[in-house]
């Protein structure tokens, strides 16, 4: 990833724009939309469908999202939702207690309206898209405020926005002035735009950068890194996983002191980020040791990006070591195709960076599929 992970937003919204185009591919070709089932590539693995309205409220709350500031992907998911349906309106619609805020809106002159008479509100009541094709002739809508006067809603589609755990916390909606039957194309389309806000919505919410490298935290590279184990698992993807650690860094700190060693840490931690590419996670995961996901990124790709980490770290010179070099060993390893676990594939390329070490650092090793006794990394 490159540049500093502190500009966190910058990475996500980096991410962002490789999932939109990988979204591209599928729902267009040679120019024609192709019907896109969203279930088969969910960016989540979500939990069954719950109706308890204060467990539903309590997840909102705990997003941290409402009545919060503009930000650019949820901006751009709105730009092409209207884009892409060629419809005058669009919202991510955030269901409150009694008010539907929008934290992204097209073709709306109000950042929220009375629950009450929001469409919204029913669409959050099930699993599947809540279409309505003509509001003024159906029942429930015919007197709504929002159809009788401005904005003159006519048609409408929402989807859901599920968490994991099973709450629908708003909707991702588009909506026209005049009576309109959404096709399943264009149905499978906003569901597939709905899956990446909630996916935003998530992101948002970690705490993410290590005070002193800049880079992710590991809780927060822990759930980044997961969210990409579903989505591969879901979507028959590749996905790597490296683990980086820095030698003989014990000797380091015994010889120039812990701040020395602190400035190691921080300027291999920038220039393995040089070397990794802008939807790479990258975080620290302890100590002088750190982890990279490589999202679509096979076996053979994975460990030349390894390699190209190694060689650049073995070719530095760091001042604050009196020009000394320093070195990396890395562990790389494949999410298995029936594996659908983060822990697994982390003991797996936790164990090839054991050995790597055995062998004699500064080189890179390739994890097998063979689980590993528990007692290995305590051997270490």
Known sequence: MRGSNGNYADHRQGRQRQIMAQMADRAVTKGVLQVFDPQSCATESVSAFKRDEAGRLSALMQ????????????????????????VPICAVSLVDVDRQWFKARRGLDVTETARDFSFCTHAINGTVPFIVADATKDPLFSNNPLVTGGPKIRSYAGIPLTTPDGYNIGTLCAIDIVPRKFSKDEISILASFANVVVGEIELRQIASTDVLTGILTRRAWIDCAEREVRRASACEMALSILIIDIDHFKAVNDRFGHPVG???????????????????????????????????????????IAEGIRAAISGMR??????QACTISIGVAKLGHNETRLKSVLNRVDHALFQAKRLGRDRIQVADNVAIASDDRAAA
């Open 63 to 86: 997003l941290d999202v409402l009545d919060s500031a503009t930000e650019q992907p949820f901006e751009s998911i709105a730009d092409l939702v209207r884009q892409v349906l060629k």
């Open 318 to 323: 760091l001042s604050c070591l009196g020009d």
């Open 262 to 304: 602190d400035q190691v840490i921080r300027e291999i931690a920038h220039a393995v980020q040089e070397q990794l590419r802008e939807f790479d996670w990258f975080g620290r995961f302890g100590g002088e040791e750190f982890v990279a996901a490589l999202p679509d990124t096979n076996l053979t790709d994975a460990s030349n």
